[in-house]
Structure formats: structure tokens, C-alpha cells
């Protein structure tokens, strides 16, 4: 159920938002649906209000057998196969108040992706593939040149840009090192004009304390799931 209604309709399907919008370049369409190349990103969608039509596009996209993650707004249709879904809670930084530089903060990019999936692998923060650094801005923190920490940002739509990728080693961790890499993240995306944003699952009550106590808004409890294009 939505809650704040800051960022309306974007903020409820901010896949289609991201790329039908900003992230185009990194995605294909087809009709009323469209899906991240897979190296960048597993998230598609359907645009709002498309309806039979949208989701006939979406297979077609897809491909028998093919899958897509999807969050926000949505109502899979009889024949499709959910193959994982979790509920996640969506907050954002209504008062523009996560913002600040960090002076340890190193920026990441193409060459330093092999470390990026080396720490994601063990951290686990959620889909992360070769290409995902092409969304936007990473940052991260080294330790005696080894990448113990990083966040960074994900989906962009109009006015409003989600942080992500939000880890930090297990041998890091009680030093604050993932709530000064969000705000680091959060002042690009400030200098930017946008608004930060970002996703939990419900179950991760840790990371949600943390962002709240950052200055992000609980804004609804939004669904995520795997679903898969029926065979013929």
C-alpha cells in the first residue's frame, strides 16, 4: 500500500521510469514494455496502465521462457510463472537532508568491476552484473587497497535517482562505512537536482533503521518478483 505520495506515479513503477526515461540507452523496448540489457541490470516492466497489451509486448520482448524482475505497481497474468518474489519497503530523502561528501571515498568504475562482483558475491545487497556501474555513479572505500565498502546509483528517473549496491565487508562493518558511502552517493545526486531514493526488503530491518536514521522517508511497502514468460 502506498504511503507518501511524493513522486507519484514514477516512484510507483520506477523501472519503467528509469528505462523508458533516463536509462534508455541501457535498455530495449518493445510497444509498452521494455527490460534492462541483462549484463546491466535483470529489472523490466510494463508502462502503466498498458494493460493485456503490455504484458503480450512484454513476452514478446522477453521470449518464451524468459524473465524479467519486476517491483512497483503490477498484476502478473494467468499463465505467467512467479519464480521469486519478496516484499520491500521503498523510502526516500524527502527533506534533502542525505548529502554529505566523503573525503575517504574513492570513485569506482569499468576497471574496478572484478572487485565490485568479488565484494557483491559476499555481501549479497541485491542483482549486480558487469555492467551495472554504467547506471550511474559508484563510490567506494579501500582498505590497504582492497574494496571493503561501495554504494552507488541505480535507477534514474526524471527528478529522482535510486542508491544502491549498498555493502560493506564483513570484516568493515561497525565502522559506519555504508551509511557515509550513502550519503557521499546522496550529495552526487543532490548536485545532480534529483531526489535519492532507495529499496530494503522488509525482512532487513537493520539497513532500514540505518536509512531512516539517515533521513530517509518510509514511503510504501513495494513488491518484488521474478516472473517468467509461459512456454508455448
Keep these: 500500500m502506498s504511503g507518501n505520495r511524493v513522486g507519484g506515479d514514477l516512484l510507483d513503477n520506477v523501472a519503467w521510469a528509469a528505462l523508458s526515461g533516463p536509462l534508455a540507452g541501457l535498455a530495449r ?3 509498452q514494455a521494455g527490460v534492462f540489457d541483462s549484463d546491466v541490470s535483470p529489472f523490466g516492466a510494463v508502462a502503466p496502465g498498458a494493460g493485456a497489451q503490455g504484458w503480450a509486448d512484454f513476452a514478446e520482448l522477453l521470449g518464451p521462457g524468459g524473465s524479467a524482475l519486476l517491483t512497483g ?4 497474468p494467468d499463465g505467467w510463472t512467479v519464480r521469486f518474489g519478496l516484499d520491500g519497503v521503498q523510502l526516500v530523502d524527502v527533506a534533502g537532508v542525505v548529502d554529505q561528501e566523503e573525503p575517504e571515498a574513492v570513485l569506482l568504475g569499468a576497471a574496478d568491476v572484478p572487485e565490485m562482483l568479488d565484494l ?3 555481501t549479497k545487497p541485491g542483482p549486480f552484473g558487469p555492467r551495472t556501474v554504467e547506471m550511474g555513479t559508484y563510490l567506494g572505500i579501500r582498505r590497504d587497497g582492497v574494496l571493503v565498502a561501495m554504494a552507488g546509483e541505480r535507477l534514474r528517473l526524471p ?6 549496491a549498498v555493502c560493506t565487508d564483513p570484516a568493515a562493518r561497525g565502522q559506519g ?3 557515509r558511502l550513502v550519503r557521499a552517493v546522496g550529495a552526487v545526486v543532490h548536485a545532480r537536482g534529483d531526489t535519492p531514493f532507495l529499496h530494503a526488503a522488509v525482512t532487513n530491518t537493520n539497513a532500514i533503521r540505518l536509512y531512516q ?3 530517509f522517508e518510509r514511503r510504501r511497502q513495494t513488491p518484488f518478483a521474478v516472473v517468467e514468460v509461459p512456454q508455448p
Design 29 to 31: 523496448r518493445h510497444g
Design 73 to 76: 505497481d503490477f498484476e502478473v
Design 120 to 122: 557483491v558475491a559476499r
Design 159 to 164: 527528478g529522482y535517482t535510486e542508491i544502491s
Design 177 to 179: 562505512l555504508a551509511g
Design 213 to 215: 536514521a539517515l533521513g
